[in-house]
């Protein structure tokens, strides 16, 4: 009777030190997770330039993004597609800038047009609500992992 005493007692023991610190952590991670990082984010940022796809052929792509308050506002040009999305902005685990989608649509794709599936795909994450794409820093730009996208800071230009 002495050893299931103390194999109880141990067992409490071990749930008093183990709820608090479960619980401790799941808040860092939902902290950590849903951090505005848009306070070094502000502003525009974009790019243009060619894709080669996979047939051989070369598509021009303008994108640009811009922050605002923990939110940003994108729009892409995949000739000839374009995609609009918006959301917020949140951080991850490790600190890296995240775009959670909320509102996207895309126009200007027809059923006969080829299209590379890459490039299709990427498209169609990018306007999709929920989609979550890490943003990589790299010098003054940012790549978007998921959709493989480069938006680079624009200098600011003074307001009038």
């Known amino acids: ?5 103390e194999t109880g ?41 060619q894709v080669l796809l996979s047939n051989g052929q070369l598509v021009q792509v303008s994108q640009s993004v811009v922050f605002n308050d923990g939110r940003f506002y994108s729009m892409t040009r995949n000739s000839p597609a374009i995609v609009e999305a918006s959301g917020r902005v949140e951080t991850d685990f490790l600190g890296r800038a995240r775009l959670v989608v909320e ?11 080829e299209l590379d599936e890459e490039l299709i795909f990427n498209l169609f994450y990018g306007k999709h609500k929920g989609a979550r794409i890490t943003l990589e820093e790299v010098g003054a730009c940012l790549y978007g992992v998921e959709t493989q996208q480069v938006y680079c800071a624009e200098p600011a230009v003074a307001q009038l």
């Open 9 to 49: 007692t141990a067992s409490k023991r071990l749930l008093r030190v183990m709820v608090p610190t479960a619980l401790a952590l799941w808040a860092f991670v939902a902290m950590g997770t849903t951090t505005n990082y848009s306070a070094n984010l502000d502003g525009r940022y974009s790019s243009t330039g």
């Open 103 to 113: 509102e996207g649509q895309i126009s200007g794709i027809a059923g006969t047009d």
């Open 1 to 5: 009777m002495n050893a299931s005493f």
